[in-house]
């Protein structure tokens, strides 16, 4: 993987070739998810953090009406006019500018055009986030090209709503919000239904969470996604009938929730309900057992989130079943879990930092056996939030 270094001196050559002027630096980091997956859309409580590996950009202002600019990993340009900012499928990646620009504007901030040219080192497809990295990055830029006293929750918001009403896919908040407001060494709590947060300190001792990636490509994520959405949405229609709630985590504080339950007949519906609910109640025994340093517990919650995406959520699928059995089975392993949107991507595993070399080739190997694919195993700590790099 490309280091920070060898970036930051390719984006200060490509900028100087394609633009005037001397540019300022950015960075917004990708996140992984501890726990809590899948409910940010269900009211539930997540535990991402941001990641060291993330999106640069070199920027600065060009005077004119419009953002110019380059990504270095697609090798593509393009221009946006600001005073006509609407979705356009053929542009690809610049509709995620498009989209941040947009509703910044939209806000009541008032800036003008800008020069960008954007690198990262987050693997593509990987489920790492790189589109909410993006996201932020551009809200970061303008933030601090044009002086605007735009909060991080609210590029949060922002982003997700670029997300949400600009690309049409109906994820939830929890990417762009563990990006926006990442800190070192911690987890954000984060309550997706009030967005009330807590920094959770992340003290792993003698472990370490790495990251496997799957490398499968990712295909009908969007729309098994958007099914997903769907069906928890007619299941908390029917709950509603019986209890008085708004979302389905809700039912995580009432301690006849397996009865309540009982009333979805529908045995698909029944399941995803039942992972939102479990899967709210294991965040919070996970951050207990962070504050007791209790790891094996944090292991043994990390397989039951995986089993239940697997059995219950149904969004895990043959390489990432593959990858975390064969974490398991591997040195120096406590316990392994898909990570993010899931059917493919990466998953993480809380790892003895010595055993680390042998987990790597076990896991490696026992992928291959069992899907022909290579795995990758990536090693990240956990880093701060969007920033200018001076
Ligand atoms: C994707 C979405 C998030 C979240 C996760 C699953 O990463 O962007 O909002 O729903 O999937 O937890």
Redesign the pocket.
């Given at each position: 993987m490309k280091d920070d270094k060898k970036i930051l001196e390719n984006l200060a050559k490509v900028f100087a070739e394609k633009f005037p002027g001397n540019p300022r630096k950015f960075f917004a980091p990708s996140r992984i998810?501890i726990i809590?997956?899948?409910?940010?859309?269900n009211g539930g409580s997540?535990l991402p953090c941001a990641i060291e590996i993330g999106t640069y950009a070199f920027a600065r202002e060009n005077g004119l009406n419009k953002i110019r600019a380059y990504s270095v990993n697609l090798e593509s340009y393009g221009e946006l006019d600001l005073e006509n900012l609407v979705y356009d499928k053929n542009l690809g990646w610049l509709n995620y500018l498009g989209g941040m620009a947009k509703y910044i504007k939209e806000a009541g901030y008032e800036f003008s055009g800008f020069d960008l040219v954007v690198e990262g080192n987050i693997p593509t497809g990987s489920?790492l986030?790189s589109s909410?990295s993006l996201e932020v990055l551009v809200g970061q830029v303008i933030k601090s090209l044009f002086n605007l006293e735009i909060s991080y929750v609210d590029l949060a918001i922002l982003g997700m709503k670029t997300?949400n009403d600009y690309l049409d896919l109906q994820?939830?908040?929890?990417?762009q919000f563990a990006i926006a407001m990442g800190r070192e060494n911690s987890a954000i709590l984060l309550d997706t239904a009030s967005l009330d947060y807590s920094y959770i300190d992340v003290d792993l001792k003698n472990l370490e969470i790495l990251i496997l990636n799957t490398n499968k490509p990712r295909s009908l994520v969007e729309s098994k996604?958007n099914e997903r959405r769907e069906e928890t949405q007619t299941a908390l229609y029917i709950l509603k009938k019986y209890v008085d709630i708004e979302n389905i985590c809700q039912l995580s504080s009432f301690e006849n929730w397996e009865e309540i339950l009982l009333h979805i007949e529908d045995k698909t519906l029944y399941k995803r309900a039942r992972h939102c609910v479990e899967e709210d109640l294991r965040v919070k025994a996970m951050v207990k057992a962070m504050r007791d340093e209790d790891y094996q517990k944090m292991g043994k919650l990390l397989d039951d989130s995986h089993r239940s995406l697997r059995d219950f959520y149904q969004v895990t699928g043959k390489e990432l079943d593959a990858i975390t059995e064969g974490a398991r089975m591997a040195e120096g392993c406590l316990g392994a879990r898909m990570t993010?949107?899931?059917f493919s991507g990466c998953a993480i595993a809380l790892v003895e930092k010595e055993a680390k070399e042998k987990f790597s080739q076990q896991v490696k190997a026992y992928y291959k056996e069992k899907t022909s694919r290579n795995a990758d195993i990536i090693s990240s700590n956990i880093g701060s939030g969007p920033r200018e790099i001076l």
């Open positions: 998810n809590g997956e899948h409910i940010d859309y997540t489920g986030s909410a997300e994820t939830g908040i929890m990417d996604y993010g949107g899931g």
